[in-house]
């Protein structure tokens, strides 16, 4: 039951950090505390929504913040002065700190209704055009600066709805006066949180011993928990701030949020694969599959790990599942990959005396022995495979964990549901 004295409000933010500076969740975490004084205010969930990793004009991470809060009624035009004053605030200090670039554009939102749920699964699946979310967003009291770009991730946030399985990520902030410094957090740390609090994940990387809840950069962060529940991920922080050897954050907040979700692709496929893969120097490998009746190329990053080193073994008629992200150039990028069932392989040639392979010596050459006069007509052996042959009696693989998007479920969650099938 909402109290009829009180008024739900959604509030969303975006793009309020600058590459070398700033963090929209610590600008959100200022927001919320500059109206935390209105009568009956309260925060009911904060939330830290990730979009379309494809979206131009963003990072990697392509983060967006939103919330919803209560407060009495009667403060409503007081909140709206507030919001107000804070984003003009925020206007004057990016432009003291030269930070407006053309990459920057924050947009600030908010909403006494519920926003249609459609404007998030458009923004986290595919690219949105600006000209067409603004009209859908006409309603909702909207403030930009530069331009309206961020509108996009703030209403999507916005709209944005948990459901049971909803990960949590706790966010803490350093104190000022650290921010530049190294951050303190030993990895050793990080693993031994992880073994005492099972219900965090994607703390670490365990293929190269790295601890990943700290970010790199110079950003206010100093480090995010994920887990399955705001109170797992609240332990992992109480029990990180105890230990003296771990820096004391200034401040922190739990957000619910749509990483792990799989939100952003649409289960795996089963495919037969069409060609051999073909290696790009360094960087990626790639083949063709049939999928829904036509060709598509798959793409393994070289950074993929295990999906990459699964990709380069496979030959055409292997049968596979996948699942992975269309890239703006038509290409899946592979975020999951497994072999159903693989065609015999090429052997060699067949072997005669000593043990030797028999030898053409040349096109439309038969092949002959080294060691005796035999001579037959020129083929390949091949050989029945199993999955153990290939390594791949775990089924699926995956990229390390330094290298999954945020919004890509960990295979040690759950198996993929199936979504096309050739
Ligand atoms: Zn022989």
Request: glycine share 6%; with cysteine.
């Given at each position: 039951m909402i109290n009829p004295s009180k008024t739900r409000i959604w509030i969303g933010l975006d793009d309020t950090d600058?590459?070398?500076?700033g963090c929209t969740t610590a600008t959100f975490d200022d927001l919320i505390n500059s109206i935390s004084h209105l009568p009956n205010f309260q925060v009911l969930e904060r939330r830290l929504v990730?979009?379309?990793?494809?979206?131009?004009?963003?990072?990697?991470?392509?983060?967006a913040l939103s919330c919803i809060i209560e407060c009495s009624s009667e403060a409503i035009a007081d909140f709206e002065k507030i919001l107000s004053s804070f984003f003009t605030n925020l206007e004057d200090s990016l432009?003291?700190?030269?930070?407006?670039?053309?990459?920057?554009s924050p947009a600030l939102m908010y909403s006494f209704v519920e926003i249609n749920e459609?404007l998030y699964?458009?923004?986290?699946?595919?690219?949105?055009?600006?000209?067409?979310?603004i009209?859908k967003i006409s309603g909702i009291n909207k403030m930009t600066l530069?331009?309206e770009?961020g509108l996009i991730g703030a209403s999507s946030a916005m709209a944005w709805k948990p459901?049971?399985?909803?990960?949590?990520?706790?966010v803490?902030w350093?104190?000022?006066?650290?921010?530049?410094?190294?951050?303190?957090?030993?990895?050793?740390?990080?693993?031994?949180?992880?073994?005492?609090?099972?219900?965090?994940?994607?703390?670490?990387?365990?293929?190269?011993?790295?601890?990943?809840?700290?970010?790199?950069?110079?950003?206010?962060?100093?480090?995010?928990?994920?887990?399955?529940?705001?109170?797992?991920?609240?332990?992992?922080?109480?029990?990180?701030?105890?230990?003296?050897?771990?820096?004391?954050?200034?401040r922190f907040a739990i957000h619910r949020?749509?990483?792990?979700?799989?939100?952003?692709?649409?289960?795996?496929?089963?495919?037969?694969?069409?060609?051999?893969?073909?290696?790009?120097?360094?960087?990626?490998?790639?083949?063709?599959?049939?999928?829904?009746?036509?060709?598509?190329?798959?793409?393994?990053?070289?950074?993929?790990?295990?999906?990459?080193?699964?990709?380069?073994?496979?030959?055409?008629?292997?049968?596979?599942?996948?699942?992975?992200?269309?890239?703006?150039?038509?290409?899946?990028?592979?975020?999951?990959?497994?072999?159903?069932?693989?065609?015999?392989?090429?052997?060699?040639?067949?072997?005669?005396?000593?043990?030797?392979?028999?030898?053409?010596?040349?096109?439309?050459?038969?092949?002959?022995?080294?060691?005796?006069?035999?001579?037959?007509?020129?083929?390949?052996?091949?050989?029945?495979?199993?999955?153990?042959?290939?390594?791949?009696?775990?089924?699926?693989?995956?990229?390390?964990?330094?290298?999954?998007?945020?919004?890509?479920?960990?295979?040690?969650?759950?198996?993929?549901?199936?979504?096309?099938?050739?």
């Amino acid at each position: 039951m909402i109290n009829p004295s009180k008024t739900r409000i959604w509030i969303g933010l975006d793009d309020t950090d600058t590459p070398d500076s700033g963090c929209t969740t610590a600008t959100f975490d200022d927001l919320i505390n500059s109206i935390s004084h209105l009568p009956n205010f309260q925060v009911l969930e904060r939330r830290l929504v990730r979009l379309w990793p494809f979206a131009e004009r963003r990072t990697r991470g392509n983060g967006a913040l939103s919330c919803i809060i209560e407060c009495s009624s009667e403060a409503i035009a007081d909140f709206e002065k507030i919001l107000s004053s804070f984003f003009t605030n925020l206007e004057d200090s990016l432009k003291l700190h030269g930070k407006i670039d053309s990459r920057t554009s924050p947009a600030l939102m908010y909403s006494f209704v519920e926003i249609n749920e459609d404007l998030y699964w458009e923004a986290v699946r595919q690219k949105v055009e600006i000209s067409d979310r603004i009209k859908k967003i006409s309603g909702i009291n909207k403030m930009t600066l530069n331009s309206e770009w961020g509108l996009i991730g703030a209403s999507s946030a916005m709209a944005w709805k948990p459901h049971a399985d909803s990960t949590w990520e706790l966010v803490a902030w350093r104190y000022p006066k650290n921010v530049g410094r190294k951050r303190r957090i030993s990895s050793s740390i990080v693993k031994e949180m992880e073994l005492n609090h099972p219900e965090t994940f994607v703390n670490r990387d365990p293929t190269k011993e790295k601890g990943l809840i700290a970010p790199r950069t110079p950003c206010p962060v100093l480090y995010g928990i994920r887990g399955s529940s705001s109170q797992a991920v609240l332990s992992a922080h109480e029990w990180l701030q105890s230990n003296p050897e771990v820096e004391k954050c200034q401040r922190f907040a739990i957000h619910r949020t749509n990483q792990l979700s799989d939100d952003h692709i649409t289960g795996f496929s089963t495919s037969t694969v069409l060609t051999n893969p073909i290696e790009t120097k360094g960087a990626h490998s790639s083949l063709e599959v049939i999928f829904m009746g036509s060709s598509k190329t798959l793409v393994a990053f070289k950074e993929g790990g295990e999906v990459n080193r699964l990709l380069r073994k496979l030959i055409p008629g292997d049968k596979i599942s996948w699942m992975g992200l269309e890239s703006p150039d038509g290409s899946i990028h592979l975020e999951r990959l497994r072999v159903d069932s693989p065609v015999p392989r090429v052997t060699g040639r067949p072997v005669c005396c000593n043990n030797k392979t028999m030898r053409s010596a040349g096109n439309n050459q038969p092949l002959r022995c080294d060691f005796c006069p035999k001579i037959i007509e020129k083929h390949w052996q091949f050989k029945e495979i199993d999955l153990t042959d290939l390594e791949l009696i775990g089924g699926w693989v995956e990229p390390p964990p330094s290298q999954r998007r945020h919004l890509s479920r960990p295979l040690s969650l759950g198996e993929p549901i199936l979504s096309h099938s050739d």
